[in-house]
T-cell receptor, first 116, second 114 residues
């Protein structure tokens, strides 16, 4: 059974640029969540996708957007990058029906984004 | 506001001693509470969760957690700490109110000394 994978591992961008991060969910999982983890802090919920529809969002501006594909893989897009966007971006997948409250999330290793 | 809190930034314990990492919650309705662990430069690993039922939940690597409704707490425990338990621990809750709201605590660094 393949776990959650993310690409790329590391990424360096400059302020104002756009970035796309990718996530492949664990086999059999139909729900994907994205988190931002700044250095020394806990992960902050960005949004969640279930069957290609967004069904939850944290306090992030619209320049953070996402997609989920029919195979349940997902992308996180960030436009107009700011210095404060530098962080570890984590993807998690879970089974079940649209992120039931008791569903366990399984995390990928993350993408480290540095904005200069 | 609904939240989870981890009051200790760091916990130090000697190997072989029991450990406790604290978490308190403020959640409307029934809480759904989880513990995750993060090792350096790695993603988060699931340890255990409380949904309903027995207040003592057993999880991976010998960890357990006690749900206490009257104290609104969900403390993580282990009877005998290992040096390899040194990591960052996060309490987590899914506060679904019709639209997903997933909340992590700020994390507690556990240092187990030999």
């Amino acid at each position: 059974e393949t776990g959650v994978t993310q690409s790329p591992t590391h990424l360096i961008k400059t302020r104002g640029q756009q970035v796309t991060l990718r996530c492949s969910s664990q086999s059999g999982h139909n729900t994907v969540s994205w988190y931002q983890q700044a250095l020394g802090q806990g992960p902050q919920f960005i949004f969640q996708y279930y069957r290609e529809e967004e069904n939850g969002r944290g306090n992030f501006p619209p320049r953070f957007s996402g997609l989920q594909f029919p195979n349940y893989s997902s992308e996180l897009n960030v436009n107009a990058l700011e210095l404060d966007d530098s962080a570890l971006y984590l993807c998690a997948s879970s089974p079940g029906s649209g992120g039931g409250r008791g569903d366990t999330q399984y995390f990928g290793p993350g993408t480290r984004l540095t904005v200069l | 506001a609904q939240s989870v809190a981890q009051p200790e930034d760091q916990v130090n314990v000697a190997e072989g001693n029991p450990l406790t990492v604290k978490c308190t919650y403020s959640v409307s309705g029934n809480p759904y509470l989880f513990w995750y662990v993060q090792y350096p430069n790695r993603g988060l690993q699931f340890l255990l969760k409380y949904i309903t039922g027995d207040n003592l939940v057993k999880g991976s690597y010998g960890f357990e957690a006690e749900f206490n409704k009257s104290q609104t707490s969900f403390h993580l425990k282990k009877p005998s700490a290992l040096v390899s338990d040194s990591a960052l621990y996060f309490c987590f809750s899914n506060m679904n109110t019709g639209f997903q709201k997933l909340v992590f605590g700020t994390g507690t660094r556990l240092l187990v000394s030999p």
